[in-house]
């Protein structure tokens, strides 16, 4: 008689899976860009991300959130946050993989593909940590706004050194960047802003700032980039924890966020009262100045929540290929493969438009116009689309695994919890999605677009009619902004056809095709055609 009490047909733990060298998706996206098949930084990330080691430490880092403490035992303010040990290793593992601020100063091919690919592996492992090393990352364009500013930050910003002690910049080996943009009464419109910054008359660009932050990011970071009302309007400032002398800024943390997700990372309310900030570029040049550190952070929205589509699909795919029921092993079962299959096409067309974008900041950097057009139209449309579709997509990967999916240890309540932050952070969908519609009201981004997706014209005449679909939409753009969303979803979609068709398996494509542009789909995963070839598809996975 079988022991009742004995465990069986439960999936083992996710072991033996590097998260780089076993994604075929990944490797598919990046090689129109560069060869980094062999990649050892890139392997190692992966073997690292992938190993019991690395994921022990997720749920620990969130299930003891951020603590904050205002004052010393003697009375004194500190403004200091707490983190568990947990986090400390997942953030010591990030900066020392060099995946926040070091390729703007890397002379290797393809820095910006490299770190976006490395982000998107090393996020798999816990996504709250990638707050900070984002901010950090995002913070390098704007500093170079100013030549003395970037000369005394971008150098420990690159470092691969994670030193949290809290010290003025010039003693310390490594810094990480934060940024307060949104205040009570404005939100998105941060023109509404209320804090102020006054010339200190001291020469140069010093002032005393006065207001508050209702969010601000990473607020344990070293330096902020923050917005404030300047005397000739909304402005940019470098605002350091630490002053050059050594005493602190005056920084006064009233609370952190009790968030819906993202909990290991703190999110925190600050006041300012005679705060000393360094003007970055010029006075009511605030936005224009701070615009290159938002799109870096669009930029790293996308590549999060396209690791997270691809981490829940890792956990629903293992799952499934080691449960099973009514006579055989779910993933084998025809009902679960279209939705695998389904899944695999969602994350690996997040993947493929993740990575285009990120190649295309390396040829801005380059000098390319073409890729600066095209990253205007193309980072509000994957910001927009990649990030809301990632919540459905990771509550139908939870649900591949049942009741143990809905438990804290699984890591799916985790995932689940998270998937709806990017499509907030730096702009909710509708922010973004007259972003797109601000974009082609140049020429330029509207021929960017064209020339990508034009790139696969003639390789499959259902996304050929997609395509004049959408010009057809862009008829009178002026009164679209009903539409806005519609038509980012359609843009975007084309464009991760485009890339499929020409860069991905033929299989994965047509599936995407017939059921993202030809209509082919039931609108909720698990809905392709039943001509699919789900085992091709599936089997991609984890190969």
Aim: hydrophobic share 45%; glycine share 8%; charged share 20%.
């Amino acid at each position: 008689m079988a022991d009742p009490n004995a465990v069986t047909n439960q999936a083992p733990p996710l072991q033996g899976v590097n998260f780089f060298t076993h994604d075929q998706s990944l490797g598919d996206a990046l090689r129109p860009h560069a060869d980094l098949a062999e990649d050892s930084t890139l392997t190692a990330i992966g073997e690292l991300a992938g190993s019991q080691e690395a994921l022990s430490h997720a749920l620990p880092a969130n299930h003891n959130s951020p603590v904050l403490k205002t004052h010393d035992r003697y009375g004194h303010r500190v403004d200091e946050v707490e983190f568990h040990p947990s986090w400390h290793w997942l953030m010591d593992k990030a900066v020392g993989f060099g995946l926040q601020a070091a390729p703007w100063t890397s002379t290797a091919p393809a820095p910006h593909l490299i770190r976006a690919a490395g982000f998107y592996v090393w996020s798999q492992v816990e996504p709250g940590h990638g707050c900070p090393i984002s901010m950090t990352y995002a913070a390098v364009p704007a500093l170079r706004t100013s030549e003395a500013l970037a000369a005394e930050w971008i150098p420990r910003l690159a470092s691969t050194q994670y030193d949290v002690r809290r010290l003025p910049v010039a003693d310390k080996s490594g810094v990480l960047a934060g940024m307060g943009m949104t205040e009570k009464q404005g939100g998105s419109d941060v023109r509404a802003n209320l804090t102020t910054a006054t010339p200190t008359g001291n020469g140069g660009d010093e002032y005393l700032m006065t207001g508050h932050k209702w969010f601000c990011s990473a607020p344990q970071a070293d330096v902020f980039l923050v917005l404030a009302q300047a005397p000739e309007g909304l402005s940019c400032f470098v605002v350091p924890r630490v002053l050059a002398d050594g005493n602190r800024n005056a920084f006064a943390l009233q609370r952190l966020k009790d968030k819906l997700g993202n909990r290991s990372n703190a999110s925190s309310e600050v006041e300012f009262h005679g705060t000393v900030g360094y003007r970055l570029g010029d006075e009511g040049a605030g936005v224009r100045t701070i615009i290159e550190m938002v799109a870096a952070t669009r930029l790293d929205c996308v590549l999060g929540s396209a690791a997270l589509m691809r981490r829940a699909l890792v956990e629903a795919t293992w799952h499934t290929s080691y449960r099973s029921a009514f006579g055989g092993l779910l993933r084998d079962k025809p009902a679960m493969r279209n939705v695998l299959a389904d899944l695999a096409i969602e994350s690996e067309a997040a993947t493929a438009l993740s990575m285009r974008l990120a190649a295309a900041v390396d040829a801005s950097e380059a000098g390319d116009e073409q890729a600066k057009a095209f990253r205007r139209i193309a980072l509000p449309l994957a910001k927009f689309w990649v990030c809301k579709r990632t919540p459905m997509m990771v509550a139908e990967a939870l649900e591949c695994l049942g009741g143990n999916g809905y438990v804290e240890e699984s890591g799916l309540p985790l995932l689940f919890r998270e998937s709806p932050l990017n499509s907030i952070w730096e702009g909710s969908g509708t922010v973004n999605a007259l972003d797109v519609l601000r974009a082609l009201r140049r020429p330029e981004s509207l021929q960017a677009w064209l020339t990508e997706v034009g790139a696969a014209q003639g390789a499959d005449p259902r996304l050929d009619a997609a395509v004049t679909d959408v010009l057809e939409a862009l008829s009178d753009v002026s009164e679209a902004e009903a539409g806005a969303r519609r038509l980012a979803a359609r843009m975007a979609t084309c464009l991760q056809a485009s890339l499929l068709v020409r860069y991905s398996t033929p299989e994965v494509a047509d599936a995407f095709v017939a059921s993202r542009l030809a209509g082919d789909w039931g609108g909720v995963f698990g809905t392709l055609p039943r001509t699919t070839p789900f085992g091709a598809i599936v089997d991609r996975v984890l190969s």
